[in-house]
């Protein structure tokens, strides 16, 4: 009887622990699901293509929800995930202090599924895969199979491409550029950025230069395209982003209108999202090609392919003013000097204390607001 509950007991043990390592398994798995972020200007196709790839079974692309620089300076690469920094940190991700414009319930998450892999993660997981289980636990409109990438869209982050590459050693990118002169056309609509030629010229150039340079540099992790291409060859362009993520090339994605004809694609009002993404409800088409042809003011067209420079040329758009000029440059100057000090400081903002970054980066967005209202003031 005695060697036959020692034998009981030692079963007991076995199946307790295989069941433990069963889950670390399971959470391992989770986590080492791999990872695409998709960089852009805002109001480039950042939007479209993040909603193409949703649509795919495989893949998942929460809204727009721009933490992860915020939480990676706040607590680290590394730290040790004892249940009251677990606490903390939900409660973080939930709201953040330095982007604090995007709602955590657009996410949808399910904090049930969530909290129980929270519970069981190891002490020394690193904060990149701590990370994408928010990811994972949260809800997209489309149907989904297994899971064989998470996708990350914040056009934010494209002042901070090179650390995401440094945080996310596995991560592709996936590089969307737009005409410089229909960027500017859409993102005179909305009042989240100062709406003035230069500094919107002087933004896409820095990261259209960045994103050349970074595809150059890593080519095997980058894929660099056109919202044009997209917009007119949308099903040869997703092939060839399916080949890039090696998943199957699934034709069904290109029905999500028809499924964000009536769901709000993450965003819990209704009216936010038709003010924003509208054409989300409509098959791709190029009607938003070549608008700045009509919308724009010949000084504002100079002006953007003057700061643009050569960059323009070389992402595939052709100038329409040729004639060089002296005093254009002189009248442009004082703004491209405020937006290279503003990019800069928002890099610093990396190195600096995190309550000192949380100040700076509330004071950042009132700039844009100020120079909003003083335009028009004068108009």
């Known amino acids: 009887m005695g060697a036959l509950f020692l ?35 805002p109001r480039s196709g950042t939007t479209l293509i993040r909603t193409l790839l949703d649509a795919h079974p495989n893949v998942i692309v929460p809204p727009e929800y721009p933490v992860i620089p915020d939480l990676i300076h706040r607590f680290g690469l590394h730290p040790r995930w004892t249940p009251k920094l677990k606490k903390e940190f939900l409660q973080a991700f939930k709201q953040p202090q330095t982007f604090e414009f995007w709602n955590y319930d657009y996410l949808q998450i399910d904090e049930q599924a969530l909290l129980k892999d929270l519970d069981e993660l190891p002490i020394d997981t690193p904060m990149t895969k701590v990370i994408k289980l928010f990811y994972l636990h949260s809800k997209s409109v489309f149907p989904k199979q297994e899971i064989q990438w998470i ?67 890593y080519p095997e992790r980058t894929f660099l395209f056109r919202y044009e291409d997209l917009a007119s060859k949308p099903r040869n362009l997703f092939k060839k982003i399916c080949n890039f993520l090696d998943i199957d090339d699934d034709e069904n994605v290109f029905e999500f209108y028809r499924i964000s004809g009536q769901e709000n694609l993450g965003f819990i ?42 960059w323009l040329e070389r992402a595939g758009y052709q100038r329409r003013y040729t004639k060089k000029s002296i005093i254009l440059p002189i009248k442009t100057s004082p703004f491209v000097i405020y937006s290279w000090l503003l990019y800069k400081l928002m890099l610093a903002g990396e190195n600096i204390p995190y309550s000192l970054k949380v100040k700076l980066s509330r004071f950042l967005p009132s700039l844009a607001r100020i120079y909003g209202k003083v335009v028009k003031l004068k108009k």
């Open 7 to 41: 034998c009981q007991l030692a079963c007991l043990f076995l199946i307790e622990n295989w069941s433990v390592h069963m889950n670390d398994s399971l959470i391992v798995n989770k986590q080492e699901i791999p990872i695409f972020f998709i960089i852009g200007r």
């Open 151 to 217: 996708g990350d869209k914040n056009p934010v982050y494209a002042l901070y491409t090179r650390l995401l590459m440094k945080w996310f050693p596995e991560a592709k990118f996936l590089f969307i550029i737009r005409d410089p002169r229909d960027n500017f056309v859409s993102m005179k609509k909305f009042d989240w950025e100062a709406p003035n030629s230069v500094i919107q010229a002087w933004r896409w150039k820095y990261i259209t230069k960045m994103m050349f340079q970074l595809h150059q540099k």
């Open 269 to 310: 009002e209704r009216e936010t999202f038709l003010k924003y993404h509208e054409s989300l409800t409509k098959p791709i088409n190029t009607d938003t090609i070549g608008k700045w042809l009509y919308e724009l003011q010949p000084n504002d067209i100079e002006i953007l392919e003057l700061v643009a420079g050569k």
